[in-house]
RNA sequence: GCACCCGUAGCUCAGUUGGAUAGAGCGCUGCCCUCCGAAGGCAGAGGCCAUAGGUUCGAAUCCUAUCGGGUGCGCCA
């Protein structure tokens, strides 16, 4: 139950009644909106109806707004219309409005605010993607959650989600993997290995690779000729570290549907293959050469032909290479071909997650997705801004050299899950990010994690202490149900049903916009709204939400602190964090 | 040089897709516990929304230019 939705069309229906002839055919509702007003003194609802369509009905803004405002008078649920300013209509509803909405969350519960706007459309979620070369590092960390957190969002509004990852198996750092691994082998078997040469992987993860070769083949496996044993180590080491990575993404509760492997795409008559051929018969592909790049010159780079994809005819700067010198596939050539994949698969939006550095990419990727698809499936980009480390204040040095970086494990192993996840949501995705160590572990109203979490065990110690109190209260939730909401009359209580009609808009307008971070900023407003409801029974000692002498209104304001409880825990979910039941 | 992202309170950031008098937290100045969790709440001070034009009923939001910060710029993934 969407309010806002609700009178939108309620609004619709006024204005059709109203019989006015639409200067061009038929009347243009899309850029009508229906929000809360800024000023919460101005109504409950307010709409910019009659502005966005004076032109149309070729009306003066506030003669149409009358109109409209005497239509909606007439509606049972409205309990006053005003024309304010250039033309706005703000509206006040009855409170029996406000009871529905509240009956609405006590009886689907968290399944409050999930929509349809999605209407199962496939969505393509695209994340993390790290190379599987070594453990997740903080770098990762952003693009994992964000990603996870807009699959979840996605989902409750209704789209079919398929969360996936690309493993990058397929390049030239693969072959260094698969060597540096192999020194390992014979670390395990004895020898002195030395220092790692310059250009290897140094980091001690792959220690226990070569561990479990040794263990596998003992000493048999250095005999084998070196063309076999290279790939089966490419192959052996990959799955070791995605193994790791995968344990990883467990530690933040980030799980893939689908594994995609780039080497698949690879080799003769495979899909790379075919993507390209196809294209090259729509001409979309080319041999050709290109200007030299700007800036610094590369000190091999040399003038030649190569094959070319025509992305700068669908808005890339230029056209992109799709072989390398030495004749394999270029990086972009599998993106092309992996789209291709998606779009066979029946997928109708790819969304990518990407990290900052990448920021170069998004226009061929985008000129990937209108080549190919013709327009049939939609490219959306997000990307990630770099988190600065701070602790207490002062910056975390990590040097990537030497594999001695801040891995994943290390920050959520110190701070745990939960406040990984809600911070790295608790900004835009392309703003930058400082996250603080010790900041986010803190038990206070400074910490947002804390205070969102904070607000669902407070509700929940209410529940715990009315079963208690009032003994025979066994039958909630069902019984709030029964509960008469017009009896919350307080300007506090009707502040937080007000918040709680928002959910389903803020999830919407998420949705859409590819932000989860609406999501943590909304439960961050439902929570304070809450906090400031709650002081309020310090004072007035009749605000409280149990009052043993009125059953009756005790049991609506356990609806109400039900309700709360509710929504932040279905807003949690969403960001993948727990809603405890009581702080420690 | 070119492309993309970003410039909002002293600091870190929101800003309902173009709406009304621009909002939070931190920090600063003061208040509020005989009490369902003070692990909280309330109030005050603090702004030329980088700058200059433009689009229209209306701009922090859209367009253009300028300044400032970040990132990237065949054959790395």
């Known amino acids: 139950m969407n309010i806002f939705a609700d009178f939108a069309e309620r609004i619709s229906a006024v204005v059709a009644a109203l019989g006015l002839e639409p200067e061009a055919g038929a009347l243009d509702l899309s850029r009508v909106t229906v929000e809360p007003p800024r000023d919460a003194a101005h109504g409950d609802l307010a709409t910019n109806a009659a502005m966005v369509l004076s032109k149309q009905l070729k009306m003066k803004p506030r003669d149409l707004a009358e109109k409209i405002a005497e239509g909606l008078r007439s509606d049972s649920d409205v309990a006053a219309v005003d024309v304010a300013g250039p033309g706005f209509i703000n ?29 199962n459309t496939k969505v393509n979620v695209e994340y993390v993607s790290a190379n599987p070369t070594g453990p997740m590092h903080v770098g990762h960390t952003r693009g994992a959650v964000v990603g996870d957190a807009l699959a979840n969002l996605l989902s409750f509004a209704g789209y079919d989600v398929t969360r996936e990852y690309l493993i990058n198996d397929a390049g030239s750092q693969i072959d260094v ?218 910056p975390v040095k990590m040097s990537k050299r030497s594999g001695n970086f801040v891995t994943l494990r290390d920050v959520v192993e110190e701070v745990g899950r939960d406040p990984v996840r809600f911070m790295m949501l608790y900004r835009k995705n392309d703003a930058h990010l400082d996250f603080d160590f010790q900041k986010v572990t803190e038990q206070s109203k400074d910490n947002p994690v804390f205070y969102v979490q904070y607000g669902h065990a407070r509700c929940k110690s209410v529940l715990r202490q009315a079963a208690e109190e009032l003994g025979g209260l066994s039958v909630f939730p069902e019984g709030l149900r029964a509960a008469d909401y017009a009896l919350l009359e307080d300007e506090g209580e009707q502040n937080i049903i007000a918040k709680l009609a928002q959910w389903p808009r803020i999830v919407d307008g998420a949705a859409e916009a590819h932000e989860p971070h609406r999501v943590a900023f909304y439960l961050y407003e439902l929570a304070s709204a809450l906090h400031g409801h709650w002081s309020k029974g310090k004072e007035k000692p009749q605000l409280r939400f149990i009052n043993d002498k009125k059953p009756e209104l005790t049991l609506a304001r356990l609806a109400l602190v039900y309700a709360v409880s509710q929504v932040i825990a279905s807003g949690l979910k969403v960001l993948g964090v727990d809603a405890p039941e009581e702080m420690r």
Not at 93 to 119: D, E, H, K, M
Not at 188 to 193: Q, V
Not at 210 to 217: H, I, P, T, Y
Not at 355 to 379: F, I, N, P
């Open 91 to 119: 509206i006040r509803v009855n409170p029996v409005v406000w009871s529905r909405v509240l009956g609405a969350v006590v009886s689907a519960r968290q399944n409050f605010g999930r929509s349809a706007r999605g209407q």
């Open 177 to 394: 993997l698969a060597q540096s691994a192999y020194l390992r082998y014979l670390e395990a078997l004895g020898e002195d290995i030395g220092e790692i040469p310059e250009g290897l992987y140094p980091g001690e993860y792959l220690i226990p690779v070569g561990q479990s070769l040794k263990e596998e083949f003992g000493a048999s496996f250095k005999d084998k000729p070196e063309a076999e044993r290279h790939a089966f180590l490419k192959d052996f080491t990959v799955s070791k570290m995605m193994e790791m990575i995968k344990a990883d993404l467990d530690l933040l509760n980030v799980h893939h549907d689908v594994f995609y492997s780039e080497k698949s795409m690879h080799g003769e008559g495979k899909a790379i293959d075919l993507t390209l051929d196809s294209l090259r018969a729509r001409d979309l592909v080319y041999q050709g050469t290109l200007p030299p790049p700007k800036g610094e010159l590369p000190d091999d780079w040399e003038d030649r032909e190569q094959t070319l994809f025509r992305s700068s005819n669908y808005g890339d700067d230029i056209d992109r290479p799709l072989v390398k010198s030495d004749g394999s596939y270029t990086y972009f050539a599998a993106d092309v071909a992996y789209f291709k994949d998606k779009l066979d698969r029946g997928f109708k939006e790819m969304i990518f997650i990407l990290g900052a550095d990448h920021a170069g990419y998004v226009k061929r990727l985008e000129a990937v997705g209108r080549a190919v698809s013709g327009g049939s499936a939609e490219v959306i980009c997000r990307l990630c801004q770099l988190v600065k480390l701070f602790r207490a204040g002062e």
